[in-house]
């Protein structure tokens, strides 16, 4: 990952993290529908569950706060959830970093047969991002949220790669 580091979140990073949603859509695309918007620090702190799944972040070489994401097991899957970069930083190779990252840590945390994430019908970047890192669409398990704006995406859990694969 070069000069870049993931780490457990802790409640300083969520704070960091707030500035990053400045609207209802952007919260509640990033944080899904119930996430609530306008958001205090407890409800940020609340709605973005940190304290109920492995959260991770992404920082720089100088600490500074670059990526969020999460996992926890869903369906009989490693789930990826909350997946975001700063808004500076967007469009510089960092979701592709931190999403390797988050699927090396699930692979650590869980023994599961595959991964899984929902992502936006409206966010194609994000889309050609998880596509090209060998995510597929596949129908969504029973009772899942967001059937009307989210694709569910699938890959399998892979062997861990020798360094530099």
């Given at each position: 990952m070069g000069s870049r580091s993931l780490t457990t979140a802790c409640s300083t990073a969520i704070d960091a993290l707030m500035p990053w949603f400045t609207?209802?859509?952007?919260?509640?695309?990033w944080g899904g529908p119930q996430f609530r918007y306008p958001f205090t620090r407890e409800s940020f702190h609340e709605d973005c569950h940190?304290?109920?799944?492995?959260?991770?972040?992404?920082?720089?070489?100088t600490g500074l706060l670059v990526g969020f994401g999460q996992l926890y097991e869903r369906s009989n899957r490693?789930?990826?959830?909350?997946?975001?970069v700063s808004p500076e930083r967007r469009g510089c190779g960092i979701g592709r970093e931190l999403v390797r990252a988050l699927l090396d840590e699930g692979r650590r945390i869980f023994e599961l047969p595959e991964y899984s994430l929902f992502?936006?019908?409206?966010?194609p970047v994000a889309s050609k991002l998880y596509s090209g890192m060998g995510f597929i669409r596949s129908?969504?398990?029973?009772?899942?949220?967001?059937?009307d704006?989210?694709?569910?995406?699938?890959?399998?859990?892979?062997?861990?790669?020798?360094?530099?694969?």
């Open positions: 609207d209802e859509v952007g919260a509640t695309s940190w304290h109920d799944m492995d959260t991770f972040v992404l920082r720089d070489a490693i789930h990826l959830a909350r997946i975001g992502v936006r019908k409206d966010n129908e969504f398990p029973p009772g899942a949220p967001m059937q704006i989210c694709y569910y995406m699938i890959r399998q859990v892979e062997e861990r790669q020798s360094p530099g694969g």
